[in-house]
């Protein structure tokens, strides 16, 4: 009997105990879930093959969340560049495609090799990994709706993110999603576009996203009210030079789909929605871009690109300040500039990860933009306010407003004055005609003291 009596006190404190454990775990995973998020990573353009040290920076950064922003890995097949012979690969006057899809097995392994690596193994394991992808990733190079093997390598995708099973992403057509992080009042919603699954052909000026996906944005823009909300696009939204790089070489971005971008930032405007701040990848380097005239207050779209791939790895060191001094060179209305950036033009072209830091306790909250390098030191930054991010709530705005539209922020890059717009190309045309010119020059001075000599040893 007193046994009995001591066993049962013994199992009626076990559950007292059990039940004070279940408390705590559950009042301590409310509070994780409502913990506001702070510091925000995000990237593009990781070749797996290839050497990646910048997680190591990404890793001390400590952030809470990491967005991948496509080209996550190099899943096509690139061939080499042949200018003559039977397969030519580059030219007008080229035969055969430079890019082809891999095969399923092969994107497997390069998502394998990709998620095996030490340093995002280690960013994975301790913080919460979100994203889209773009075309490499995607399967083909500057695909899009055309592409034939989309289907299946969504769900190669998704397993690299490690997407639950009954996820809705796996269901649908496309990769896009949104997540909500953050109590009340410091709410950050995070939306990832797709903009390859539905995209129409380049030069088309057709849709992006597809019917179904500008309905499902719509729906998330008029959802429950967030502080801030993060777009992330795999092509830059604000920026467009190729208006500017152009006849010489052209990059994807919502600038070539003129009417999907007034349609992005209308439906900005009128669902009301504040604090937008977009974050793009694709191009191998690291710009930040702002457009005032288009919701009522500054857009700012962060672009980072590559955690691997970057323009002036392509070049010998010695030309990368030649390739530093084209970028100040190429005209751009949108580019912020100021004393934050390591270089003169305001562009990064060596490795970076975006960061987004956010000073809640500030009175206004100060959202801090950064380009960081494989160090972890920033090269390109800008402060915003929150209480700019609202119609009305920027005087550079009003100031811009009052100037009109020639004001910097304001002026589409493809409105530039034409003399602007092409310098890029005259300068190079023009480089090009007097090397030109100069070999033509060297070859007809050798030939004539070929025969002049010839001439003289004859008559000797």
């Known amino acids: 009997m007193i046994a009995s009596r001591v066993f049962s006190s013994i199992l009626k404190s076990h559950h007292r105990l059990s039940f004070w454990w279940f408390s705590l775990l559950f009042t301590v995973a409310i509070a994780a879930e409502e913990t506001p998020i702070t510091r925000i990573a995000f990237g593009s353009c990781a070749n797996q093959s290839a050497p990646q040290p910048i997680w190591d920076a990404i890793n001390n950064f400590d952030p809470q969340l990491f967005i991948w922003l496509g080209d996550n890995i190099y899943g096509d097949i690139r061939r080499p560049l042949k200018v003559i012979g039977k397969e030519r690969t580059f030219g007008p006057w080229r035969n055969t495609p430079r890019f082809v899809p891999s095969s399923e097995e092969e994107m497997k392994l390069r998502y394998a090799k990709a998620k095996a690596n030490p340093g995002y193994s280690s960013l994975q394991r301790k913080v919460k990994v979100i994203g ?24 190669l995708m998704l397993d690299f993110l490690d997407e639950p099973l009954d996820s809705p992403r796996r269901k649908q057509a496309g ?43 719509e729906k998330e823009l008029r959802g429950p009210r967030s502080e801030i909300t993060i777009i992330g696009s795999s092509v830059q939204v604000i920026s467009n030079l190729s208006a ?31 604090g937008v701040i977009f974050i793009s990848g694709d191009v191998h380097f690291g710009e930040i ?15 980072s690109s ?3 791939q970057s323009v002036e790895k392509v070049f010998p060191r010695p030309l990368h300040s030649i390739v530093r001094l084209l970028f100040w060179y190429t005209p751009s209305t949108m580019r912020v500039i100021n004393d934050n950036c390591k270089f003169k033009s305001c562009t990064y072209g060596q490795q970076n990860f975006g960061a987004i830091s956010i000073d809640w306790n500030a009175n206004p909250v100060i959202i801090r933009l950064e380009i960081r390098d494989v ?3 920033t090269v390109l930054g800008t402060n915003v306010s929150l209480s700019e991010l609202q119609p009305g709530g920027s005087n550079s705005l009003k100031d811009a407003t009052t100037k009109g539209k020639s004001q910097r922020y304001c002026t589409l ?4 004055p034409g003399l602007i717009r092409y310098r890029l190309a005259v300068l190079i045309y023009f480089t090009i005609a007097v090397l030109a010119m100069a070999i033509l020059g060297l070859i007809i001075g050798a030939v004539l003291a070929i025969t002049a000599c010839v001439y003289k040893c004859k008559v000797d």
């Open 306 to 308: 590559g955690l691997v």
């Open 413 to 416: 890059e493809i409105e530039l």
């Open 289 to 303: 871009t702002r457009y005032d005239c288009s919701v009522g207050y500054p857009l700012y779209d962060v672009t």
């Open 132 to 155: 889209t992808w773009d075309d490499h990733d995607y399967g083909l190079n500057d695909a899009g709706k055309e592409f034939d093997r989309k289907v299946t390598n969504q769900k």
């Open 175 to 217: 990769v896009y999603a949104s997540y909500t992080y953050g109590p009340p009042n410091r709410k950050v919603k995070v939306i990832v576009l797709d903009t390859r699954y539905h995209r129409d052909p380049l030069r088309s000026d057709g849709s992006i996203l597809g019917d179904t996906q500008w309905d499902w944005l």
């Open 244 to 274: 500017t790089t152009g006849p010489l070489f052209y990059m994807e971005s919502w600038g070539r789909f003129p009417k999907e971008r007034k349609r992005l930032f209308k439906l900005i405007s009128d669902t009301k929605r504040n």
């Open 375 to 377: 160090n972890g030191h």
